[in-house]
């Protein structure tokens, strides 16, 4: 009911919609959880594990309690995503959707619904060449081309922050999760494309 009364919000202002920009969250999808973490950091605490795979994209078998319950509340996100894109692609709208360039959510059943429905092209970038402190590699995907300038990729000339887990305030800290919010300065430019599009279309 929640996706139906959005879906009719977008087509009822479609006329004032611009861009729509939509970022999963991608840590159920995400590759960091099958890195080793040293055990004197977990403290006793389990280590995340991989809950998809590149052969099981949409979920590993046999998961349960919690890791399953995240999967497919996580699917049913993704999918009501792809239902939402293909929605607002058929009338015209700009969307993007964000993940990690090497995230899991790329390869889902979800996400390649909407790739073999709608024409987009994907960018590449690392973070840190828009105003980040760590290299990490984003991709935006969208179905049309007003994203490609932000493909740029890192020249290792200048240094990055640990990608290394640590201990804060007596908490385990992984560096992907401060790399959920975006750096101002690639906000400010991909709200100054969308702007450029204006423009352009007032020509």
Not at 55 to 83: M, V
Request: charge should be neutral.
């Amino acid at each position: 009911s929640q996706l139906q009364l959005l879906l009719n919000i977008i087509s009822a202002e479609r006329e004032r919609i611009l861009m729509i920009f939509i970022a999963p969250p991608c840590g159920t999808a995400s590759r960091a959880r099958g890195r080793p973490i040293k055990s004197s950091l977990l403290r006793g605490g389990k280590a995340p594990v991989p809950l998809h795979s590149d052969e099981q994209p949409d979920g590993l078998d046999n998961l349960q309690g919690t890791d399953k319950l995240k999967t497919e509340l996580a699917n049913q996100l993704y999918d009501a995503i792809s239902q939402l894109v293909i929605f607002a692609a058929a009338m015209d709208i700009c969307v993007v959707i964000e993940n990690p360039a090497n995230s899991l959510y790329w390869k889902t059943s979800f996400a390649q619904r909407i790739f073999s429905q709608i024409s987009g092209v994907m960018t590449e970038f690392h973070n840190c060449c828009h105003g980040g402190s760590r290299d990490k590699l984003t991709s935006f995907w969208c179905n049309k081309d007003w994203m490609c300038p932000l493909h740029l990729y890192c020249d290792k000339q200048h240094p990055h922050q640990s990608w290394r887990p640590r201990i804060q305030d007596g908490k385990l800290i992984f560096p992907t999760a401060e790399e959920a919010a975006y750096p101002w300065l690639l906000c400010t430019r991909i709200i100054n494309l969308a702007i450029d599009e204006i423009g352009r279309a007032h020509v």
